[in-house]
């Protein structure tokens, strides 16, 4: 799985990445989703480093004990259950 990254400064707004069979892509902007693993790797070599788009903690929510959604509320919303907070 590749990883979104960010561009190296703000005046980089295009990256060409040529391929091993001499074919290429463009990425252009200034976070970017490579298609895959070579292309990720060409494009941290050139300075782009992986955004920091966090992902969701669930020890700062709440799980349903009936269904085991994960929820931010006291009653489930999938459910009606209780949601009692993780710990």
Request: net charge positive; aromatic share 8%.
């Given at each position: 799985m590749t990883n979104?990254?960010?561009?190296?400064?703000?005046?980089v707004?295009?990256?060409?990445?040529?391929?091993?069979?001499?074919s290429g892509r463009r990425y252009t902007g200034s976070i970017v989703t490579p298609a895959?693993?070579?292309?990720e790797r060409a494009l941290r070599e050139f300075g782009a480093t992986v955004a920091g788009l966090g992902?969701?903690?669930?020890?700062?929510g709440?799980?349903?004990g009936d269904?085991?959604?994960a929820?931010?509320?006291a009653t489930c919303?999938?459910?009606?259950?209780?949601?009692?907070k993780e710990t």
């Open positions: 979104r990254l960010l561009m190296p400064n703000d005046a707004k295009q990256a060409d990445v040529r391929r091993p069979g001499g895959d693993s070579h292309d992902m969701w903690s669930g020890r700062n709440r799980r349903c269904c085991g959604f929820s931010f509320f919303s999938r459910c009606g259950g209780d949601c009692p």
